[in-house]
């Protein structure tokens, strides 16, 4: 099975700052990457998927790399509304999500 | 705008089978792929199972056989069932759609098993 090691679990930012999450792949998953945000008592939203491509609607401050098995989200500009938990997820072999990053307020 | 609603009971026993409907508006369930995701409280998000139309299914490991999924193309809806439940199955359990990833999501639903 393809684990997902996200980090950090948690970080606290201001608005304005720049913030980024890393997902590691324990293998090979090619540009099946997809990054999520979720608010609490929701259901996750699509941000990004094939590595850096943006869902519809998503606004541009968001965006996501890759580096060999290493995924990135950015947020080049933390706005209030982003304050919420972030899951990357593979969907090369099975599905997996990362276990989560807490984005909270400074 | 495609809408996913998953229904069924909100509390289930121990030993007993867990069985989840999803119900699809606003398009078919004849493409794509559809998923059932579970995340217990305060947890992370774990993907269970999906179904094709085809009938072409893959389930999580993890779960060692006590899942299996089901599409009612003539109902637009799809099903879940776990079977053999322990505390450890309390979670909202969401449907989800898959085209490159899961761009459309049911609000989830509490299942919580308890005697």
């Known amino acids: 099975d393809i684990q997902m090691t996200q980090s950090p679990s948690s970080l606290s930012a201001s608005v304005g700052d720049r913030v980024a999450i890393t997902c590691r792949a324990s293998?090979?998953?090619?540009?099946?990457l997809a990054w999520y945000q979720q608010k609490p008592g929701k259901a996750p939203k699509l941000l990004v998927y094939?590595?850096?491509k943006l869902q519809t609607g998503v606004p541009s401050r968001f965006s996501g790399s890759a580096s060999g098995t290493d995924y990135t989200l950015s947020i080049s500009s933390l706005q209030p509304e982003d304050f919420a938990t972030y899951f990357c997820?593979?969907?090369?072999?099975?599905?997996?999500f990362g276990q989560g990053t807490k984005v909270e307020i400074k | 705008q495609v809408q996913l609603q998953e229904s069924g009971p909100g509390l289930v026993k121990p030993s007993e089978t867990l069985s989840l409907i999803c119900n699809v508006s606003?398009?078919?369930?004849?493409?794509?792929?559809w998923h059932w995701i579970r995340q217990p409280p305060g947890q992370g998000l774990e993907w269970l199972a999906y179904?094709?139309?085809?009938?072409?299914?893959k389930s999580n490991a993890s779960l060692k056989g006590r899942i299996s999924i089901s599409i009612d193309t003539s109902k637009n809806q799809f099903s879940l069932k776990l079977s053999s439940v322990t505390t450890a199955d309390t979670a909202v359990y969401y449907c989800?759609?898959?085209?490159?990833?899961?761009?459309?999501w049911g609000p989830g639903t509490l299942v919580i098993v308890s005697s």
């Open positions: 989800a759609r898959e085209a490159i990833a899961y761009d459309y």
């Open positions: 606003g398009g078919s369930v004849n493409s794509f792929y």
């Open positions: 179904i094709h139309y085809s009938g072409v299914t």
């Open positions: 293998q090979v998953i090619r540009t099946s």
């Open positions: 094939g590595v850096s």
């Open positions: 997820q593979q969907y090369y072999s099975a599905r997996t």
